[in-house]
DNA sequence: CGATTCTTTTCTGTATACAACTTGTATTTT
DNA sequence: AAAATACAAGTTGTATACAGAAAAGAATCG
């Protein structure tokens, strides 16, 4: 029932986190600083600091003398995305098969479960919240100081690049999605049995599968409708 | 001339990252709030600020209620570096020649004149830090938000370990060292002409270089002298 | 003496007040 | 009427003061 004011920072800070994970918080969003610290009893302080933190691992961008941003997703972030993604996981599930301790491992699993369970019956943000979670203990499984900052950043542009991608209730999404579901299990199944090569085909496999079905969404089958006249409309 | 806030914030920013890098302040090293900020003119806010980022770069550990230290340094976070260098750099240097623009070769060139400067003429402090400009000028030209992370967290460690395991003044050394301008240049030629294939192989090249001078520092060869018996002295 | 508890001191974390900067608006000038 | 300037409101950055938590030291008890 702690209600001070450390508890009050953590509660801010991931509800920055989830808020823009799941896109509530758009990329490029001004944050208000006295709202959120009238939001959240938290004076200005404490708040900032969170700021900068969040700002070191890439969910927000500082800008002197002006307000803190949501950090910006563009093209060519996609692109950058999809060069470094599988590299760096291909490390990590690779790392992480070597070195996962039996609690990560349990971890692992209740991630799952929770994946599972969001697939059923769950939100997209739950969807793509319990993928976050599932991946970053991935992350953690992989021990290493030097790959996580990279990993890290790479995750909540992943999240965010699924919201943007798989939210169409779509056949293709569904299954898709329990796809992923099959992969996570078989990346369960490597890091338990040590199975580094396998970890590491998995990595690349589960981005092959994110790459196509975002090539699905960006090129779609084209519209076999003739057009009409259109209404006169003003730009913005 | 400007003398403002703004202005010590950044060179109290600096100070810390360099005294960092070149070990003056080492790994495990409680910072006093009250002593810097009566020593830069800063007020303990914005001090505090400054050590949230530099936390979130690598540079600093923060421990609440307790004072900010220099992120430690352990025999397992110099095997997880080799593990995670050779790829990340590859991927860096890779990019680098696709993307360098003309300007940050003329950095890079500069960064390499200075870093044969310090060779000649310059402390081991110097070097270090030369080289880590050179690296961080790279790491730019790759232009990819998601490596560059890991890529500068790569280096604050990879500045730390040169400052530990080149000190010594041995012909190998500067051989070594030398060698390392060498591939320096190689790299700019690489880039410049746009050898991705070059420019990975010469990351690899760099990196077994490294590993081979600590392998030397920390396995040296036998004394050749029959031992005395040892003085009495009593452990720090 | 040694250990333990209580007090004092020091340092970290937060709130508030103030200063500096940006930006939007209104007024003046051409 | 358009542009430029000056003003005003709002927001960001910094300093100081205070509250709370560790650490250090003194006093008490075994």
Redesign the pocket.
Known sequence: MKD???S??AELMEHLKVSILTLRLQPGT??????L?DAF?????????V?RQLAGEGYLD???????RVSEMSYTTLRDFFLAAPMVYGAVLRLAAQNATRTQINDLKDAQQAFKAALQSGSAEDRALANNRFHDVTGEMSGNVYLRPSFNRLLIDHARIGMTFYRPQSGHKTENLSEASRQHDAIIAAIEAGDEAAAAQLAEDHWNLSRDQIELFVMPAALDIPMGIPPLSKPA
Chains 1, 2 share one sequence.
């Open positions: 001070d004011a450390k009050r920072k001004d944050l208000d600083e006295a709202h610290s009893g938290l004076s200005r302080t404490p708040l900032r600091e700021f500082l800008r002197t003398n002006r307000s803190a």
